[in-house]
T-cell receptor, first 111, second 113 residues
């Protein structure tokens, strides 16, 4: 089976940096995604890692270590609008590249 | 602009009814997914399909079935709705061959009374 773990909730201050961790135990790993989801809305894509290392995209960066089954999402210069849930998802190499999600991390940004 | 469209934003159904949730994508994607999302439980995969008429069970298929007769359409069926199926249902699609992200529909909030 697949197991993906993230912290349930985090709180950070506007302007600060926050790191959201994700650990996974899967067979057939074929890439890791991070999504952002505001309350009442559909998830939207943030980043994708398939090789080890850091992917940077503006204020958001994502890191992957396949040997450790570990990823993190780094958010810099936090803004109030970054208050949302952040979902870690792993793509599994099978008949159709199934996508399975962790429970999500609810981030609250305070002034 | 890529698009995944779910037929209803809100639905209220009675216990025991047969419920159809429809999802259509216009990106010619091979993969389509149905998830349900509940507070504290994240997105849980119900079923996914990687081709027309092909389907695989996800983590929580009990009480659900699916149909994929055409590439662009993936239907989720609740054979006999129960109150514990009250949830937000999200459909998504992705390419099987290009390593791109999955795109989500806007969600259907189903209440079973």
């Amino acid at each position: 089976g697949q197991n993906i773990d993230q912290p349930t909730e985090m709180t950070a201050t506007e302007g600060a940096i926050v790191q959201i961790n994700c650990t996974y135990q899967t067979s057939g790993f074929n890439g890791l995604f991070w999504y952002q989801q505001h309350a009442g809305e559909a998830p939207t894509f943030l980043s994708y890692n398939v090789l080890d290392g850091l992917e940077e995209k503006g204020r958001f960066s994502s890191f992957l270590s396949r040997s450790k089954g570990y990823s993190y999402l780094l958010l810099k210069e936090l803004q109030m609008k970054d208050s949302a849930s952040y979902l870690c998802a792993v793509r599994i190499r099978n008949a159709g590249n199934m996508l399975t999600f962790g429970g999500g991390t609810r981030l609250m940004v305070k002034p | 602009d890529v698009k995944v469209t779910q037929s209803s934003r809100y639905l209220v159904k009675r216990t025991g009814e047969k419920v159809f949730l429809e999802c259509v994508q216009d990106m010619d994607h091979e993969n389509m997914f149905w998830y349900r999302q509940d507070p504290g439980l994240g997105l849980r995969l119900i079923y996914f399909s990687y081709d027309v008429k092909m389907k695989e069970k996800g983590d929580i298929p009990e009480g659900y079935s699916v149909s994929r007769e055409k590439k662009e359409r993936f239907s989720l069926i609740l054979e006999s709705a129960s109150t514990n199926q009250t949830s937000m249902y999200l459909c998504a699609s992705s390419s099987q061959y290009i390593p791109s992200e999955a795109f989500f529909g806007q969600g259907t909030r189903l209440t079973v009374v």
